[in-house]
């Protein structure tokens, strides 16, 4: 039997785009939408999705960088808001997150020892004494050589930085890491190296992640899981295997058709019509609707809700 770690029930974030003179918002923008999963322990879940569609706020919640506007979240059992100051400290150290773009999410100002150093410092989980072993430890796991310490982190490629803040992330020894396209912004060549760093650190640190990208195409070898995300909502959960020789949701199957083949196979390509809408008025029924090629008669009335049409295989669409 899995053993979750994190379940998130109906999480919403609204951000207020617009208000009136006396402040009431008159303009929201719905970029999580009353989304559930969980994630067990030692899985890594795929979060996918196209751009805007709510991916890093999901993660920006998990960390707590974000409150939800509603929802839970339960984090080994415990719900996040009912946890005092000491239980939410360690809340914010065992859930780590690695950004997209790594010269943005490390201070330019400091060496990379000194950034790897820091969350150990802030949160004394050593005496000082044996902090820089600790960094050289680090900085070894995730291959890099001790000396590098002490540059900044202009002074290394975008690959190498992108190991820097995995290196900060796995300082604090946290049990999750959500990582936030963590290779989207690297050199293809660089992309499976990056890759396939954090798939040996999963086994070696006993991690779980939350792997979030958006295509199909980089998490395919890395998740246990994967979950497909469009404007704000989940529309499909299902093991991988399962998800890429089956996929229900038409977005699913959309965005499957969109990774590239190698073999001389032919695969139809599926061309999404028009571009995703504002996530400010999305359209009624289904959001995916006024995209959708299989659309008909329920589909811009009613939104569906996830069902689960096989074991483990959920989907939010008219057609099951
Ligand atoms: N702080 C914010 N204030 C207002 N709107 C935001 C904010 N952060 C994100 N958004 C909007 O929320 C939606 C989802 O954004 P995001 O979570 O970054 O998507 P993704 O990571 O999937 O590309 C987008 O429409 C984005 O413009
Ligand atoms: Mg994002």
Known sequence: MNEVLM???????????????RGKPVSVLKAVDEVSLTINKGEAF???GESGCGKTTLGKI??????PTSGKIFFEGKELSALNKKQRRSYCKDIQMIFQDPYASLNPR?????????????????????????????????????????????????????????ARALAVEP???????????????????????????????KLTYLFIAHGL????????????????KLVEIAPKKELYANPLNPYT????????????????????????????????GCRFSSRCFKEFGPCKLNAPKLKEVSPGHWVACHLF
């Open 7 to 21: 379940k998130v029930q109906d999480l919403s974030k609204y951000f207020t785009i617009d208000t009136d003179w």
């Open 46 to 48: 795929g979060l996918v």
């Open 62 to 67: 998990l960390v707590n960088l974000y409150s």
């Open 110 to 166: 400091m060496t990379v020892g000194d950034i790897i150093a820091e969350p150990i410092i802030i949160n004394k989980l050593l005496p000082m004494s044996e902090v820089e072993e600790r960094v050289i430890f680090l900085l070894n796991c995730v291959g890099l050589a001790r000396h590098q310490r002490n540059r900044f982190p202009h002074e290394f490629s975008g690959g190498q930085r992108q190991r820097v803040g995995i």
């Open 175 to 205: 049990k999750l890491i959500v990582c936030d396209e963590p290779v989207s912004a690297l050199d293809v060549s660089i992309q499976a190296q990056v890759l396939n760093l954090l798939d040996d650190l999963k086994e070696e640190f």
């Open 217 to 232: 195409g980089v998490v395919k070898h890395i998740s246990d899981r994967v979950g497909v995300m469009y404007l704000g």
């Open 253 to 284: 199957q959309a965005l499957l058709s969109a990774i590239p083949v190698i073999n001389s196979e032919k695969k139809e390509r599926i061309i999404l019509k028009g571009d995703v809408p504002s996530p400010i008025n999305p359209p009624a």
